[in-house]
């Protein structure tokens, strides 16, 4: 077994990122305070082909050289908007036909095994604030929730890692819907 080089891996360029056909899910930042987070998010977007992020409160936007250091250019390819407040981007979202599910600890929230992402809608996945979570009023609106199964003490993830997982597996859910 051998790495693959770099023109191995037939990288996009940041023209062909921007005109490929994307895997149908927003992921919305609630309230995020870490760049180095904001910055890991851009990367997973970028890697899964995302239609984008959306930023809201006092979510840092780029450009800004600590979130850069860890989307490593992904800012230049993910779509990104920003949002006063995360419940004017939810109603904004599911205006243009999203459903929205946020990624918290709730009563009635699914397992994330057992979610099954529509195969006909465009999803958004709220992911919150790195000590509070998702706002509670953005939890009452929302399609609904989405968990992450966990079984160690902690029950915690930190954010960047909570997307990635969450990403992967919707991801993975829906090439297999697509037959690919």
């Known amino acids: 077994m051998r790495k693959l080089s770099m023109d191995e891996l037939g990288r996009k360029t940041v023209d062909e990122f921007k005109a490929a056909d994307k895997t149908p899910v927003v992921l919305v930042l609630d309230n995020v305070r870490s760049?180095?987070?904001?910055?890991?998010?851009?990367?997973?977007?970028?890697?899964f082909l995302l239609q984008?992020?959306?930023?809201?409160g006092y979510t840092p936007v780029p450009p800004h050289r600590d979130i850069n250091k860890t989307a490593l250019g992904a800012?230049?390819?993910?779509?990104?908007?920003?949002f006063p407040t995360t419940m004017e981007a939810v109603q904004a979202l599911k205006n243009a036909g999203y459903l929205v599910f946020t990624i918290e600890q709730a009563a009635g929230s699914v397992m994330l095994d057992a979610f099954t992402p529509p195969a006909d809608q465009p999803v958004a996945l709220v992911f919150g604030n790195e000590v509070s979570g998702v706002d509670g009023e953005v939890m009452k609106v929302a399609d609904g929730?989405?968990?992450?199964?966990?079984?160690?003490?902690?029950h915690s993830l930190n954010i960047s890692v909570s997307t990635g997982i969450v990403v992967w597996d919707i991801f993975v859910k829906l090439k297999a819907a697509a037959g690919h």
């Open 75 to 82: 800012t230049e390819t993910v779509d990104w908007q920003y």
């Open 35 to 47: 760049m180095h987070n904001v910055g890991s998010v851009f990367r997973t977007a970028d890697a």
């Open 52 to 56: 984008g992020i959306v930023l809201c």
């Open 145 to 154: 929730c989405i968990e992450i199964p966990q079984s160690g003490m902690k």
